[in-house]
């Protein structure tokens, strides 16, 4: 256990504000991940979770008429990918109210290229870089500045899985990399080869509140076949990290939530950062929600604070947010994976369910739940060897692709080393390495068979 610092609004006063303003709210995503963290709380319980499928066609008479009182939540509502475009119909053809940032801001910050004004206007430093043009382009020499012995480049869309990142170590492969991206404006960074960082925000009408710092897991082969596919996060500390760089992160989170609010962004965002020595660089910022946010979720209710879902229906709902608080005290070393397809397979019956499950000899089985696991399994009651699963997959998904997200992890320690380029634990090989295993012709048989 370190000393945590976090900020938010006391529990009992954010759940009964929402008693007062929702009657129900649903979490739109293929996982309950999220979610969970409200059902989880006796307080209020008006939460459920809705996969956004096929939306059933509307009847003769037209959609219902949206209710104030009934509202949705999704995970990436303003991105544009079908997952959004099947949140906002479903609310549509349901009659709730999705609870959506303002899409003109959220297409701004999701840009790899446009965001760089709105960093540049909240006073948070980037890694050196060149703009690429589309086309008319010289030479790889002109966008490659000596001295930048390697680099990143990125496409300014479709990086939300960060299949948009590429790392390239030499002129000879940027060449390469920008025959496959003709036709793209794109971002060459210089590479940084710091400590990788998100912290998790909330933009509210008047302030913004900062939550959790984690060490964010981008690339590590053991778990994805991209070298920039985020992979995993652990919560992270003051003590944990080179002194000042926590303070510093969350400063520029808040910095950064405060010209998104400003410009008319609500709602929960993620800052991603790398450091550089007693310096923290903005990698880019996450409109959204984003997996880190469950560890965040964890803290928060150790720490009597709201969880953030709930605070971002409260920034969507009201002029200004509740009194917060700022807490000092003792954080787990909660950490999680996120474990990528090796190679192509089929989807068959009997996937997992979330839940608590234990590593053995065979690989990953099913551990039955506790009465409290009921509305949501705890985070931080787990054992040695047990770890919560959050599969990403679900019955009638089709077969899975190289890469494709297979499951979400988590344990109740850390997995890796806080150091820029991490090896996971050997308990944490042995959780990817059972479920990729468990991958065959026909499905997933051995991971599942009776859920958690």
């Known amino acids: 256990m370190r000393e945590a610092v976090l900020e938010g609004v006391p529990a009992g006063a954010g759940f009964a504000l929402l008693a007062e303003l929702v009657d129900e709210a649903v979490w739109l995503d293929r996982s309950p991940l999220l979610s969970h963290a409200l059902t989880a709380d006796a307080q209020w319980r008006r939460i459920r979770h809705e996969p956004p499928g096929p939306t059933p066609p509307h009847p003769p008479d037209g959609p219902p008429a949206t209710d104030p009182r009934r509202v949705a939540v999704a995970f990436a509502p303003g991105t544009g990918t079908p997952a959004a475009d099947r949140a906002r119909a479903w609310a549509r053809a349901h009659g709730y109210r999705l609870l959506a940032p303002e899409p003109s801001v959220t297409a701004a910050a999701d840009d790899k290229i446009d965001v760089l004004p709105l960093l540049a206007e909240a006073g948070v430093p980037v890694p050196d870089h060149v703009i690429v043009p589309a086309t008319g382009r010289l030479g790889s020499a002109a966008y490659w500045p000596a001295g930048w012995p390697r680099a990143v480049l990125q496409r300014r869309e479709n990086h939300l899985l960060g299949r948009g990142t590429v790392r390239v170590a030499s002129r000879p492969e940027l060449v390469r990399a920008l025959c496959v991206w003709e036709g793209h404006e794109l971002r060459l960074s210089r590479h940084v080869p710091g400590l990788s960082l998100t912290v998790t925000g909330c933009a509210g009408g008047d302030r913004t509140v900062v939550s959790a710092v984690c060490h964010q897991l981008v690339g590590l082969p053991e778990l994805t076949p991209h070298r920039g596919t985020p992979c995993g996060s652990q919560l992270t500390g003051p003590a944990d990290l080179p002194p000042g760089t926590h303070a510093a992160a969350r400063e520029a989170a808040y910095r950064v939530g405060e010209v998104l609010r400003t410009r008319g962004y609500r709602g929960v965002f993620g800052l991603d950062l790398v450091t550089e020595g007693s310096r923290v660089l903005a990698v880019g910022i996450n409109p959204r929600f984003h997996t880190a946010v469950s560890l965040t979720h964890a803290a928060e209710r150790a720490a009597g604070l709201l969880p953030v879902l709930g605070l971002h229906i409260l920034a969507q709902l009201l002029p200004e947010l509740p009194a917060s608080r700022a807490v000092h005290g003792e954080l787990p070393a909660l950490s999680q994976i996120l474990v990528h397809a090796r190679r192509a397979a089929g989807l068959g019956p009997g996937l997992p369910a979330p839940g608590r499950y234990r590593l053995t000899p065979e690989g990953p089985l099913p551990r039955p739940r506790t009465a409290e696991e009921d509305h949501g399994p705890s985070l931080t ?64 048989p051995a991971v599942g068979g009776g859920g958690g």
Not at 413 to 426: D, E, M
């Open 381 to 444: 009651a787990l054992g040695p060897g047990e770890a919560l699963c959050w599969p990403r997959v679900s019955d009638g998904d089709g077969p899975v692709r190289t890469g494709d997200e297979l499951m979400l992890v988590q344990f109740n320690s850390h997995i890796v080393p806080l150091v820029p380029r991490p090896r996971l634990s050997t308990a944490g090989r042995s959780w990817a390495a059972g479920i990729n295993r468990a991958l065959g012709a026909e499905g997933i």
